[in-house]
Every structure is written in C-alpha cells, then in structure tokens.
C-alpha cells in the first residue's frame, strides 16, 4: 500500500521559507508514470495546487506560485520537498503531498493517493 | 488559467435522495476532468477520473458525466456517510480546482 507522509515546521515566520519532506513508502518514487505533488489548502477554503515533480527532476509549477517555489527529489531517500520563499499568512494552510498520474498526453492529471496534510502556519 | 466553477456552493438533501453537482470550466477542458471527496478533517479522495471513470473500491451510487465545459457528479442514492465537500479539477492545462460543493445530510 502506498503512503505519503508530509513533514516540516508547524509554525514559520513571515518572510522566512517554509520547507516541507514527503516520505514516500510501500513504492518506488523512481517510476516513470508518475509524478509527485504538493497541493495546499487554507483553512475553511479550497484546494490549489503547487507544484510537481517526476523522479527524474522534470517539474511543473502553478503560475501564481511558481516565483517563490522550489521542488525536488531525492530517490536515494524516496521523498521529495517543497521549498516556498517569502511567506505570509496568506501561505497559511494545511499542505498535501500526493501521487500524481502522468497521462498518456503527458501532462499531468489526477492525484491519488493523498498524505494526510501538515498545517502549517505562519505567524510572528 | 482555466477557471473551474462549482455549483451549488453547498446543499442538504436527506438519504436515500438523488444528488447533482455541476462543474462549469472557463474554456473547453475535453474529458480532463477528476472528482474529489473530502471528509471533515481529511485528506481528499480521488473518486472519478476523465470526467467519468470511477476509482476501484469507490460506491456505484457515485457517477460522473460530461465533457467540454460541462461536467456533473452524481450521488444517485445519498447515505450518511457521503457527508463530505466535494472538488471537480481539470488537468487539460495546468491544474486547477472549483470551489468545492459541500454536502451536508438532512
């Protein structure tokens, strides 16, 4: 069964950058049809999508994040990170980890499974 | 961006009751469209993939259907623990979620 576990600081001053770990068990991050994301979601409203990346470090961004955000691999450790700059409260959120299917088009599609979150707030 | 929109916002419906939620795109999205159920304090779901392939181990009373700008989730016969919001994504460019649908039992 595959598991994705989010980890990382709780609490993140403003103007700091909030790091995030997926630890990825029960499979291989190293597989070619899928990718890996991070979606976020901040309390009491809906969900948007970070970004995602596939094992051989190719990555797609959301647009309206894309300046603040780094992500990465590591298969060595099967996991991969989030790296988000220049925080605010509006970065307050719970964040996801997910699977995420890489069509036959070769885009990016659904995300399934899902971590179980990690909030993380930011706050001075 | 391609805008996805959900209608209603929320709504209350008792068991055994029929349920529809629409998820309207901005632009033509073909069939890339996912459904989601998120319970009160959990993770999301994937239910429905292409607008209407249903995920293995998920309920037969759950149904997708449309394509283009048009897309809708069926509940056919609603049960207690279908209490959930759910979320309508579409990964045609880029990937973007609607506001979400909450569903509550009457």
């Known amino acids: 069964q595959l598991l994705l576990q989010e980890s990382g600081p709780g609490l993140v001053k403003p103007s700091e950058t909030l790091s995030l770990t997926c630890a990825v068990s029960?499979?291989?991050?190293?597989?070619?049809?899928?990718?890996w994301g991070w979606i976020r979601q901040p309390p009491g409203k809906g969900l948007e999508w970070i970004a995602s990346i596939h094992y051989i470090g190719s990555t797609f961004y959301n647009p309206s994040l894309e300046t603040r955000v780094t992500i990465s691999v590591d298969t060595s450790k099967n996991q991969f990170s989030l790296k988000l700059s220049s925080v605010t409260a509006a970065d307050t959120a719970v964040y996801y980890c997910?699977?995420?299917?890489?069509?036959?088009?070769?885009?990016?599609?659904?995300?399934?499974?899902w971590g179980q979150g990690t909030l993380v707030t930011v706050s001075s | 961006d391609i805008q996805m929109t959900q209608s209603p916002s929320s709504l209350s419906a008792s068991v055994g009751d029929r349920v529809t939620i629409t998820c309207r795109a901005s632009e033509t999205i073909s069939s890339y469209l996912n459904w989601y159920q998120q319970k009160p304090g959990k993770a999301p779901k994937l239910l429905i993939s292409?607008?209407?392939s249903l995920q293995s181990g998920v309920p037969s009373r759950f149904s997708g259907s449309g394509s283009g700008t048009d897309f809708t989730l069926t509940i056919s016969s609603l049960q207690p623990e279908d209490l959930a919001t759910y979320y309508c994504?579409?990964?045609?460019?880029?990937?973007?979620f609607g506001g979400g649908t909450k569903v509550e039992i009457k």
């Open positions: 292409a607008a209407s």
């Open positions: 997910a699977r995420q299917r890489l069509s036959i088009t070769g885009a990016i599609d659904w995300f399934d499974p």
């Open positions: 994504q579409q990964s045609y460019t880029g990937l973007t």
């Open positions: 029960g499979d291989s991050i190293s597989t070619n049809t899928y990718y």
